[in-house]
């Protein structure tokens, strides 16, 4: 936006003579504007206090003494201007070194601070701007028919809907209509006398309003309303109204337009009925009297065909308004403010009723509440799904993917190690788990670091000298690897790993452990259960289908049998630790606490009907918000935050795994402190999986590779679990001889030092 605003409400700004320099200071932390002017009791301008203003005087001062008064510090020569000043002026007087202009009346007092305007404005402690949420407004407006107790119930209903503000209109009947809103008025055409009347039976009175706005405030929605006229407009004001939604009838009032920027506060306006020479026009206006504004695009027909809504504009009025563009929609259905969310929109505003058939031509075009929340939902996604452009990266889930169905280099025949490779030895095959084909080239003519055999995959690191080779590692703690029955001979030989922890599929579940384990393991056990079962059956101890749940129970069940048998065949003197995911995921959407207590009856009673005998301990694993399961993303709701975690704990007397970069993931998810986290957490911790994290779905990263502070993470095992065990769990760690796995221990071994 290139325009200025005028900041009427001012106080951010200000501060007395005789505060002192420190809370100048907080002051000027808390507006952001690297300013604060200084006026005296009776508001007339004595100076300013600026960064460098600040930093001078340090320099100059001997004894620095933050309690003085602010007076001290600041500079009394400071630029101003006239309250009357054009707008024009003021932009040739705001620089990049005077990013705001204290207004003055005739007496020298403050009554405004013009500063640039921004594309972004803030409305009931939201953002509304370019890559924030689009802001949707539930327009209850009449549809409450003249009864408060509906518009109480809509106000829920746009609540639970997931709305951010709900929004009514006032009027001043008496003095908006040249006949006194007099109805029955047969001068009137029937278009107006219909509409007076059904304003004259269903407005609400001043106090209901008021008590419908303390009612949305008190559930975290934003009240907005619209005044019609210049009292409606005072009564808002003294209320306490953060903002005003300006109807599209009156964007060519100019008069209520200035009445409006002249509260100094964020003005949301349709622009439905509008030339573009008028909304032209309304700009400027806007402009001059330097209000905070957001255009939205509208059609005002009841209900808008299809072919007449346009939103292709939203571009056009994007560049015209130089300000945030959002959509007020009158057409049916829910797919249009969607697309509008899609192509930019800010605001979002979309009438909502309780029944389509009430009397009222409103309700015709508005949503009933579960599609209200359907068009929040859709919104939401979409939002989700635009990104931040750029590079393309491949996400975590095409990572899986490409696991499964992509194609790799794979050796056609046994290549000892220092051949150089030919075209000959190369093949391509199924799956994707290596260099891919289009790596051909630079592997050709290559010296082998290592002996590969028919069949093997050639991996990044046979272009390159291997990143890390397995050795003996020194930790505080117990430590062991991932691994399958193929791999633990393997991995136990080249190192001094503690332990192993048998990662099992469902096919594990069926084999004789007699062909796969004859001999005894001079070794440590930790067993993984499978998340998924034989026929696509997703270990879920929580849902309600209690058929699906008994089902689950009874795989758990196996996996505990079968943990049995193993433990006897490794060193466990203690109950075996069987890590598991429990369920409790849902489809759509992160469920609220009150939806999460049936899971956890649910999950309390299933692990009740697990004999385990003393010789298994269950340890639930920590989830993060968005897991990746065979079938796709979900959401997770159990095991992620910390409180629940911890009183599942403190109520069972059950330990749990903590996967560090699940619950970091959590974390950012939840944006709590991970270090708070673990501190909670770790004392209820048997066992971990180490990898790194980021952002909210980054999981299984290789160790420094994300967001984890490592040397904090060991100071806190020291702690509070020294005892606990732990494994590097990297994704595709095991790959390659388990080249990942090593090249964690490497650097988990520096870090714990």
Same mark, same amino acid.
Not at 1 to 10: A, K, V, Y
Not at 217 to 222: E, I, Q, R, W
Not at 482 to 488: E, Q
Not at 689 to 695: E, I, P, Y
């Given at each position: 936006?290139?325009?200025?605003?005028?900041?009427?409400?001012?106080t951010?700004?200000?501060v007395?003579?005789?505060?002192?320099?420190?809370?100048?200071l907080?002051?000027?932390?808390?507006?952001?504007s690297?300013?604060?002017?200084?006026?005296?009791?009776?508001?007339?301008?004595?100076?300013?206090?600026?960064?460098?203003?600040?930093?001078?005087?340090i320099?100059?001062?001997?004894?620095?003494?933050?309690?003085?008064?602010?007076?001290?510090?600041?500079?009394?020569?400071?630029?101003?201007?006239?309250?009357?000043?054009?707008?024009?002026?003021?932009?040739?007087?705001?620089?990049?070194?005077?990013?705001?202009?204290?207004?003055?009346?005739?007496?020298?007092?403050?009554v405004?601070?013009?500063?640039q305007?921004?594309?972004?404005l803030?409305?009931?402690?939201?953002?509304?701007?370019?890559?924030?949420?689009?802001?949707?407004?539930?327009e209850?407006?009449?549809?409450?028919?003249?009864?408060?107790?509906?518009?109480?119930?809509?106000?829920?209903?746009?609540?639970?809907?997931?709305?951010?503000c709900?929004?009514?209109?006032?009027?001043?009947m008496?003095?908006?209509?040249?006949?006194?809103?007099?109805?029955?008025?047969?001068a009137?055409?029937?278009?107006?006398?219909?509409?007076? &009347?059904?304003?004259?039976r269903?407005?609400?009175s001043?106090?209901?309003?008021?008590?419908?706005?303390?009612?949305a405030?008190?559930?975290?929605?934003?009240?907005l309303?619209?005044?019609w006229?210049?009292?409606?407009?005072?009564?808002?004001?003294?209320?306490?109204?953060?903002?005003?939604k300006?109807?599209?009838a009156d964007?060519?009032?100019?008069?209520?337009?200035?009445?409006?920027?002249?509260?100094?506060?964020?003005?949301?306006c349709? *622009?439905?009925?509008?030339s573009?020479?008028?909304?032209?026009?309304g700009?400027?206006?806007?402009?001059?009297?330097?209000?905070?504004?957001?255009?939205l695009?509208?059609?005002? *027909?009841y209900?808008?065909?299809?072919?007449?809504?346009?939103?292709?504009?939203?571009?056009?009025?994007?560049?015209?308004?130089?300000?945030?563009?959002?959509?007020?929609?009158h057409?049916?259905?829910i797919?249009?403010?969607?697309?509008?969310?899609?192509?930019?929109?800010v605001v979002?505003?979309?009438h909502?009723?309780?029944d389509?058939?009430?009397e009222?031509?409103?309700?015709?075009?508005?949503?009933?509440?579960?599609?209200?929340?359907?068009?929040?939902?859709?919104?939401?996604?979409?939002e989700?799904?635009?990104g931040?452009?750029?590079?393309?990266s491949? *996400?975590?889930?095409?990572?899986?993917?490409?696991e499964?169905?992509?194609?790799?280099?794979v050796?056609?025949?046994?290549?000892?190690?220092?051949t150089?490779i030919?075209?000959?030895?190369?093949?391509?095959?199924?799956?994707?788990?290596g260099?891919?084909?289009n790596?051909?080239?630079?592997?050709?003519?290559?010296?082998?670091?290592?002996?590969?055999?028919?069949?093997?995959?050639?991996?990044?690191?046979?272009?390159?000298?291997?990143?890390?080779?397995?050795?003996?590692?020194?930790?505080?703690?117990?430590?062991?690897l991932?691994?399958?029955?193929?791999?633990?001979e393997?991995?136990?030989?080249?190192?001094n790993?503690?332990?192993?922890?048998?990662h099992?599929?469902y096919?594990?579940?069926?084999?004789n452990?007699? &062909?796969v384990?004859?001999?005894?393991?001079?070794?440590g056990?930790?067993i993984?259960?499978?998340?998924?079962?034989?026929?696509?059956?997703?270990l879920d101890?929580c849902?309600? &289908?209690?058929?699906?749940?008994q089902?689950?129970i009874?795989?758990?069940q196996?996996?505990?049998?079968?943990?049995?048998?193993?433990?006897?065949?490794?060193?466990?003197p203690?109950?075996?630790?069987?890590?598991?995911?429990?369920?409790g995921?849902?489809?759509h959407?992160?469920?609220d606490?009150?939806?999460?207590?049936?899971?956890?009856?649910?999950?309390?009673?299933?692990?009740n009907?697990i004999?385990?005998?003393?010789?298994?301990?269950?340890?639930p694993?920590?989830m993060?918000p968005?897991?990746?399961?065979?079938g796709?993303q979900?959401?997770?709701?159990?095991?992620?935050?910390?409180?629940?975690?911890?009183?599942?704990?403190?109520?069972?007397?059950?330990?749990?795994?903590?996967?560090?970069?699940?619950s970091?993931?959590?974390?950012n998810?939840?944006?709590?402190?991970?270090?708070?986290?673990?501190?909670?957490?770790?004392?209820?911790?048997a066992?971990l999986?180490?990898?790194?994290?980021?952002?909210v779905?980054?999981?299984?990263?290789?160790?420094?590779?994300?967001?984890?502070?490592?040397?904090?993470?060991f100071g806190l095992?020291?702690?509070?679990c020294?005892?606990?065990?732990?494994?590097?769990?990297?994704?595709?760690?095991?790959?390659?001889?388990g080249?990942?796995?090593?090249?964690?221990?490497?650097?988990l071994?520096r870090?714990?030092?």
């Open positions: 936006m290139t325009g200025i605003l005028i900041e009427r409400n001012f951010q700004f200000v007395f003579a005789e505060d002192s320099i420190l809370s100048a907080s002051k000027i932390t808390a507006n952001q690297r300013l604060i002017f200084v006026v005296s009791e009776s508001g007339i301008l004595q100076g300013v206090l600026t960064d460098g203003d600040f930093r001078r005087w320099a100059s001062c001997g004894e620095i003494d933050l309690n003085r008064p602010v007076t001290a510090a600041m500079n009394p020569n400071c630029r101003s201007a006239g309250e009357h000043t054009p707008p024009a002026d003021l932009a040739a007087l705001l620089t990049t070194r005077i990013i705001a202009l204290p207004l003055l009346d005739s007496h020298g007092r403050i405004a601070v013009a500063r305007a921004t594309e972004s803030q409305l009931g402690g939201r953002a509304i701007a370019e890559g924030e949420p689009s802001f949707v407004i539930a209850i407006g009449n549809n409450h028919n003249g009864d408060v107790n509906i518009a109480l119930k809509l106000i829920d209903a746009a609540h639970a809907a997931g709305a951010d709900a929004k009514f209109q006032m009027r001043d008496s003095k908006l209509y040249r006949n006194a809103g007099d109805s029955n008025d047969m009137s055409d029937l278009g107006t006398q219909y509409t007076l &009347d059904l304003l004259e269903f407005q609400l001043d106090d209901e309003l008021f008590r419908c706005f303390d009612h405030a008190s559930l975290g929605l934003v009240p309303c619209t005044p006229d210049a009292t409606s407009l005072e009564k808002l004001n003294g209320w306490g109204m953060e903002g005003f300006v109807a599209s964007f060519t009032n100019h008069t209520l337009l200035s009445q409006l920027a002249a509260t100094g506060k964020p003005l949301i349709s *622009t439905g009925m509008a573009e020479l008028e909304i032209r026009s700009i400027r206006h806007l402009q001059r009297e330097g209000a905070q504004y957001v255009l695009h509208c059609n005002s *027909t209900p808008t065909p299809f072919k007449d809504v346009n939103l292709r504009y939203l571009e056009r009025l994007r560049d015209l308004a130089e300000a945030p563009v959002g959509y007020s929609g057409e049916r259905g797919e249009v403010p969607i697309a509008a969310a899609a192509l930019g929109a979002i505003e979309k909502i009723t309780l389509r058939g009430m009222g031509n409103d309700h015709k075009v508005s949503l009933l509440p579960d599609e209200f929340r359907q068009m929040i939902q859709g919104i939401r996604r979409v989700e799904s635009m931040q452009g750029g590079e393309r491949i *996400t975590q889930g095409e990572m899986m993917n490409r499964v169905l992509a194609k790799s280099l050796a056609s025949c046994d290549i000892p190690s220092g150089e030919s075209a000959a030895m190369v093949q391509i095959q199924s799956p994707g788990q260099l891919q084909p790596r051909l080239n630079d592997l050709i003519g290559r010296k082998l670091p290592i002996n590969k055999a028919k069949g093997d995959v050639f991996f990044p690191s046979d272009l390159e000298t291997p990143s890390a080779e397995p050795r003996p590692y020194s930790f505080p703690q117990r430590f062991g991932p691994v399958r029955y193929h791999d633990i393997v991995f136990s030989r080249v190192s790993l503690d332990l192993v922890e048998i099992l599929s096919k594990d579940l069926e084999v452990l007699d &062909d384990l004859p001999d005894q393991q001079g070794i056990l930790v993984h259960a499978p998340e998924l079962f034989a026929g696509d059956h997703t101890l849902t309600e &289908d209690d058929s699906y749940r089902h689950s009874a795989e758990l196996r996996v505990v049998d079968i943990s049995r048998d193993l433990r006897q065949r490794f060193q466990c203690e109950p075996v630790l069987l890590v598991t995911n429990v369920g995921f849902s489809e959407r992160h469920l606490a009150q939806e999460k207590q049936p899971l956890r009856e649910r999950l309390l009673d299933g692990l009907r004999a385990s005998s003393g010789e298994v301990e269950i340890i694993q920590t993060p968005y897991p990746w399961h065979f796709g979900r959401f997770h709701n159990l095991f992620v935050d910390p409180e629940f975690i911890q009183q599942f704990c403190h109520d069972t007397g059950m330990r749990i795994c903590l996967d560090v970069s699940h970091k993931l959590a974390c998810h939840l944006q709590g402190s991970f270090s708070d986290f673990l501190s909670k957490i770790l004392p209820f911790t066992h999986h180490l990898a790194d994290a980021s952002g779905d980054g999981e299984g990263l290789q160790i420094l590779d994300g967001e984890i502070d490592w040397v904090q993470l095992m020291g702690q509070h020294p005892e606990a065990s732990f494994i590097p769990e990297i994704w595709q760690g095991h790959k390659n001889r080249e990942g796995a090593w090249l964690a221990l490497e650097r071994e870090l714990a030092a």
